[in-house]
């Protein structure tokens, strides 16, 4: 089992950029496909970035490629979401997520963080 808990969430302005952090506990970080999603109001949760085991690969939601990048570090049992060109649409709240396997991460993943609020104004 392993503990997330999610930080650097915040209220900023259209075209600012932010960088949300997941901190890991519990067992082996990398032995965990991790990844981002979101959910915003009213609005069913969906798939931000995923990061594999080593970082070496990424993937994206169509809505964030080009804007945000997923990095993991495997000595700090962290995993980084750089959001950059932020847009109002972007607003939820983010959830740090890890799975055993990249399509589980996609299908929903095994565990979840209490998420961090992103607000975007324009």
């Known amino acids: 089992q392993v503990q997330l808990v999610e930080s650097g969430g915040g209220l900023v302005q259209a075209g600012a950029s932010l960088r949300l952090s997941c901190a890991a506990s519990g067992r082996s970080f990398s032995s965990y496909v991790m990844g981002w999603f979101r959910q915003a109001p009213g609005k069913e949760r969906e798939f931000v970035a995923g990061v594999s085991f080593s970082g070496s690969s990424t993937h994206y939601a169509d809505s964030v490629k080009g804007r945000f990048t997923i990095s993991r570090d495997n000595a700090k049992n962290t995993v980084y979401l750089q959001m950059n060109s932020l847009k109002p649409e972007d607003t939820a709240i983010y959830y740090c997520?890890?799975?055993?396997?990249?399509?589980?991460?996609?299908?929903?993943?095994?565990?979840w963080g209490q998420g961090t609020q992103v607000t975007v104004s324009s």
């Open positions: 997520v890890a799975a055993l396997t990249t399509p589980r991460l996609k299908s929903g993943g095994d565990y």
